[in-house]
């Protein structure tokens, strides 16, 4: 069984509202399925549905179902849960702080100097 619990969270950090397992296990399947290295989709649709079984069962697990069933999401309850929230929107943050020092100039032609 392959570790996909940080793929599975990233994700779920970016879809606060919850995701269906269905889009989860294809996020993760494309995300490791390589030309040099194949998977199959039914060993990534099990491990991902076994890890978010076990990730969901009480009320302070850090994913919880997410009303309609087969969706997740991160569980706004959970210490740890709302942790990685702070941390990605603190990676954000940062994120558009950099791209606010980089310039917006014209794109570059290549053909500029020739004419």
Known sequence: MADYSKDITDLLLRFPEGLPLRKIV??????????FDAISLEDVSRDVASYLQRRSKTPESPIEH??????????PKSGESRQLMLQFK?????????????PTEEPLDLFDDFF
Do not use: C, P, W
């Open 26 to 35: 294809r996020h993760v399947y494309n995300v490791h399925n390589t030309f």
């Open 66 to 75: 997410a009303g309609t069933r087969g969706f997740y999401r991160l569980n």
């Open 90 to 102: 603190e990676q954000q943050e940062e994120y558009i702080e950099e791209q606010k020092d980089f």
